[in-house]
């Protein structure tokens, strides 16, 4: 509200100063000058003060600390408001404004004939329909009108006019719309039955600066009397010319920037504010600093928990427990983050929306080493995480919560329930240590030890893999004809394991495919009496042949899809192999040259 009677008072203050030194109204300025006051924040003599810890009183003239100013600018104008506020102001300088009468003599009929021509070099003819009539108007040709059904002229098509001339220029406006038009006359149209005579149209060109050069529209048909018509035809081309612009269409408005004037007093007060302001900044930018590292550090332990908690029922709610208290606590502190910014900003924004980007977590790590690594740096070296929640690997989680799907499956068949602190997975691998359990009990337990720890179950890919003396290890590194029969019989090999529907993973099966190559390698090297063989069948090669392998493995993936969804049994589709978990890698694969140079063994 007194922002509004600042601006009112300031506005009239400037009427009258215009009025008492110029004595007289220039009515063009009334009519087409449009001014735009602004009161600036930031008071004059201030405009390039920063603060940066220097002595405000060595960075300020000492005549600006006096609240004294020089003020003799032209541009420029002292004057108070109501309140008695000092202001200066600055006063534009108003644009000579051209009139009709000046721009008319440098004009000829032919030239503006010529511009209007420029918006039908695309299109000459254009059209207009008005519910029974279509008037189509072909440039210094013709005018008519007649009616369609879709795209065809049905009846008569009646003539209201041929090209006879242009009018003088005489820039007449069209009342309705005070725009200047250039006129065109057709005449020897159709007898009109009415009158006895030919039909006549007048053509009115005018500007609409919203259209490009090259484009006309007909805006308006009218019929003032019987078999007279006028058109009225905006194009974009007339606006090149200033006579034919509104003269009713306001201009930019012209800036008048005021700026407080301060007294001496005012001048401390102002600056102990900015000092202030500038040391609430930068608090609220430390808080919201401090504030974002540990949103990061909750997400990071809400990930953490989510991919190493214990699948055990006590375990799933301890989990759920945890993820429920960090996320309130991270929802709690993002609202004080947004808050900071509103108020440092002063904007308004929503505090109830969060945008919880857990999922994005999941891009952090590329391999599983990754994340182990990670999760044990930030639970050193991150304050704000919680020492009770120490990161297991991701291994230890996943055989701990295979161990507990085992157990609890075997004790189901005896009726008795899993005791975590009896049956605790660290307890079961410190009794394999001290020979407490022995093969026997967990073949008892268990089964087959091979069977329970997916050992045996995944084919070989040659067969007497172990045997050192066997001619296909060496085959299928230097024969193609024979590695491509080997490479067809895992493939058969993993399809039939398919269809067993045993469950397992691509990545085990493929790790279990590299510890087969690298171990034929070794029989190799250590058979053969050659100084080199060991570059022969180098690392580079292995990584070769890993992927061949890797393409048999998919292929038989997708032909187990592709023959199970012809079935109408529920089809549960099989993981293909990927050389990195996260999805959004792409698939490995082998296509002639342009294999993928990366050290795939080193993810097993």
């Known amino acids: 509200m007194w922002y509004d009677k600042v601006v009112f008072q300031l506005f009239h203050s400037l009427f009258i100063f215009g009025t008492c030194c110029y004595a007289i109204y220039n ?44 003020v003799n600018d032209e541009s420029s104008t002292v004057i108070v408001s109501e309140f008695g506020q000092k202001f200066i102001c600055s006063l534009p300088k108003i644009p000579s404004i051209k009139t009709n009468s000046e721009s008319k003599p440098n004009l000829t009929v032919n030239l503006i004939s010529d511009v209007i021509s420029a918006s039908f070099y695309v299109q000459n003819c254009i059209r207009k329909n008005t519910g029974w009539w279509t008037y189509e108007l072909c440039y210094n040709k013709y005018v008519q009108q007649f009616r369609l059904e879709g795209s065809k002229i049905v009846g008569n098509v009646i003539s209201l006019g041929y090209y ?35 039909r006549l149209t007048r053509v009115w060109y005018m500007c609409d600066d919203m259209l490009s050069t ?18 009225k035809v905006k194009t974009g081309s007339l606006c090149k010319l200033d006579v034919f612009l509104s003269q009713s269409k306001p201009l930019e408005p012209l800036s008048i920037l005021c700026r407080p004037l301060l007294e001496q007093n005012a001048v401390r007060q102002y600056l102990e504010k900015v000092t202030e302001e500038k040391r609430q900044k930068e608090k609220a930018k430390n808080e919201s600093k401090l504030l974002a590292a540990r949103a990061d550090s909750i997400q990071r332990q809400r990930y953490a928990n989510k991919r190493l908690g214990k699948r055990t029922p006590n375990g799933i709610k301890e989990m759920e427990s945890t993820e429920k208290e960090l996320k309130m606590i991270y929802e709690d502190i993002m609202r004080s983050i947004t808050k900071l910014n509103v108020d440092l900003m002063k904007v308004k924004a929503d505090l109830h929306f969060i945008y919880d980007d857990l999922h994005e977590m999941e891009t952090r790590y590329i391999t599983e080493a990754d ?6 740096y930030w639970y050193f070296k991150d304050p704000h995480w919680n020492r009770k929640f120490f990161p297991v690997t991701l291994a230890y989680s996943r055989g701990r919560n295979n161990y507990y799907e085992m157990v609890s499956s075997f004790l189901k068949k005896i009726d008795e329930e899993y005791d975590e602190k009896k049956m605790s997975f660290s307890k079961f691998l410190r009794d394999i240590d001290e020979e407490l359990v022995t093969e026997a009990y967990l073949g008892m337990m268990m089964g087959s030890l091979r069977k329970a720890f997916h050992e045996g179950i995944f084919p070989d890919i040659v067969n007497d893999v172990d045997d050192a003396e066997n001619p296909l290890l060496a085959s299928l590194w230097t024969n193609p004809e024979k590695q491509l029969e080997l490479l067809q019989l895992f493939e058969y090999k993993v399809l039939k394991l398919l269809n067993r529907r045993i469950k397992f993973t691509a990545d085990d099966l493929m790790s279990h495919v590299a510890q087969q190559l690298l171990s034929i390698r070794t029989l190799l090297i250590n058979r053969e009496s050659d100084y080199n063989f060991d570059q022969k069948i180098s690392y580079v090669l292995v990584e070769k042949m890993f992927l061949k392998f890797m393409q048999s493995y998919n292929r038989a993936v997708l032909r187990h899809d592709k023959k199970s969804w012809g079935h109408f049994t529920k089809h549960i589709p099989v993981e293909t192999f990927r050389l990195f978990e996260n999805p959004n890698m792409f698939i490995a694969r082998i296509e002639g040259r342009d294999c993928i140079n990366i050290n795939y063994l080193s993810l097993l």
Request: charged residues 30%.
């Open 214 to 231: 090259s484009e006309a529209y007909i805006y308006d048909v009218d019929e003032p009397s019987s078999c007279e018509y006028i058109i």
């Open 371 to 376: 994340e182990d690594r990670g999760n044990i």
């Open 27 to 70: 009515t063009n300025e009334l009519q087409n000058v449009a001014y735009d006051l602004e009161i600036a924040e930031i008071p004059f003599g201030f405009e390039n003060f920063k603060l940066d810890g220097e002595i405000l009183e060595e960075k300020i003239p000492k005549n600006t600390l006096m609240g004294i100013f020089d």
């Open 164 to 198: 006879k001339n242009n009018s003088d220029i005489n820039l007449s406006k069209s009342k309705s719309e005070e725009l200047p038009y250039f006129e065109q006359i057709y005449d020897d149209g159709t007898v009109c039955e009415v009158t006895d005579k030919s």
